[in-house]
């Protein structure tokens, strides 16, 4: 077992769900009012019914460093949200005959290791076997650093083949870079003028398009993460390498619309849409399931550079829900939850948020490496000038908030660590379990 800091959106309710306009708009106002006040998240969320926008807020700044506020129509990076969008164009060319889904690559990527057996529909159902090109290890070394289509289709054609065409699913991002390569040639069009052509102008989706270096001035946002004191600037990844894997921008509404035409027919022919929506090993073209207590819904996450989003439609009530985000420390699973909670009049609760000050020199007694017998990972435990930093085996580095007496908090991942220094072990709490852990 393998605990994910980094919670996937799912949501689930255990009792009836009955679908009210009804919305009680003030107490949702102020649940993003206590997230702002506290500083915990900064972003845009947006709901739809029948294709009419019921619900939309705007929390937090665009831009910091020069105190621009964000508003409804601020840009965000979606990152695999794009997915479902290149998944749309796919499908397009195949209901045109440029395209098959049970072609292969080997016309186009020759020296793609097994491509003359990944289809097009292994690369949308995450099934080739190509490793994901942001597991490589000097990722973070050259993403910031813009990449042609030559030099892309070498690296992912260097790194081989993780397991053989259709035996499994495993997440990769280079499938979609690959399939942004393959809707170029096909159509002989940029990928930026298909996304126009296709999506964008049909719909008159005004505040999206494939993004570039993020530009303040057109209201896109810059992104963040704490730093243990305060917001820090993000990188930029160069939107020459997620390409169709995660360089679109958008906004809340927008993400909303798209949704709602997709589900309604309005971009793909009724047999399109139901092999977006066919999972196998829980990947669809471009779509994940979302179960809603008896409903099952359809979307995708997006995560980039600090920025995160997440969609999602519900064709049994015709509900459609979008969050952008540039920034949080709060768990935006419960962020998306309290929101639907508020549609279908489920209870939630305003979060109240409170924090103890702890004096630096204890810290030093929590450092250090601990282990588990329970799960196959460390932890190690440092410390940032008066932030205490913990990091899984694998897992990005995070900062850890006291909220009481050898009590730690990190709550975009729902997660407590209770230090015993005395014994030297500490008790993780995520997600209904207790792991005990002894440091080495």
């Known amino acids: 077992m393998k605990i994910n800091f980094l919670t996937i959106l799912s949501f689930l309710f255990i009792s009836q769900i009955c679908f ?35 619900y939309i807020n705007t929390i937090g700044f665009s831009d910091i460093e020069n105190s621009q506020k964000a508003d409804t129509q601020t840009k965000y990076r979606i990152g695999s949200i794009s997915k479902t969008f290149t998944s749309v164009l796919v499908l397009k060319a195949v209901e045109e005959h440029k395209l098959k889904l049970n072609q292969t690559l080997e016309k186009y990527f020759p020296k793609l290791k097994n491509a003359d057996k990944i289809t097009i529909q292994h690369l949308l159902m995450h099934r080739s076997g190509i490793p ?21 289709t070498e690296l992912i054609s260097e790194s081989g083949s993780d ?20 809707l170029e040639k096909t159509f002989q069009k940029s990928y930026a003028q298909l996304l ?11 505040n999206t398009k494939l993004g570039s270096s993020i530009n303040t001035t057109e209201n896109e946002s810059l992104s963040y993460h704490f730093d243990g004191k305060d917001w820090a600037l993000e990188n930029e990844t160069d939107m020459s390498i997620p390409l169709g894997a995660g360089s679109i921008v958008s906004i809340a509404s927008d993400l909303v619309q798209f949704s709602d035409a997709l589900f309604n027919g309005e971009l793909l022919k009724e047999e399109s849409l139901y092999l977006m929506q066919k999972t196998k090993d829980n990947f669809g073209m471009g779509l994940f399931e979302t179960p809603f207590y008896n409903k099952m819904g359809y979307g995708h996450t997006g995560g980039i550079d600090g920025f995160a989003s997440t969609f999602s439609h519900f064709s049994d009530g015709k509900i459609s829900y979008a969050l952008v985000s540039n920034a949080s420390t709060y768990n935006l699973n419960k962020i998306s939850i309290a929101v639907l909670s508020a549609i279908y009049q489920k209870p939630y609760e305003i979060p109240e948020f409170s924090s103890y000050k702890v004096n630096p020199e204890e810290l030093d007694d929590y450092l250090g490496v601990y282990a588990s017998n329970e799960l ?14 913990a990091q899984a085996t694998g897992q990005s580095a995070f900062p850890l908030e006291a909220t009481e007496k050898d009590k730690f908090k990190f709550d975009q991942a729902s997660l407590v660590i209770e230090f015993q220094p005395a014994e030297n072990t500490l008790t993780l709490f995520q997600g209904g379990g207790e792991y005990k852990f002894t440091k080495e």
């Open 163 to 182: 397991f053989e065409p259709d035996q499994k699913a495993e997440y990769s991002n280079s499938n979609f870079i690959l399939l942004t390569f393959i």
């Open 20 to 54: 009210s306009q009804d919305i009680d708009i003030d107490k949702l106002d102020h649940y993003f009012d206590a997230l702002e006040q506290s500083n915990k998240f900064m972003g845009n969320v947006a709901v739809s019914q029948d294709g009419e926008l019921i």
């Open 376 to 389: 196959p990972l460390k932890i190690t435990v440092s410390k940032e000038n008066k932030t205490l930093i």
């Open 196 to 206: 126009q052509s296709y999506i964008i102008k049909p719909l008159e989706l005004k």
């Open 132 to 152: 994901n090109i942001t597991n490589d290890k000097d990722y973070l070394k050259w993403n910031t650093q813009a990449k042609t289509e030559k030099e892309l």
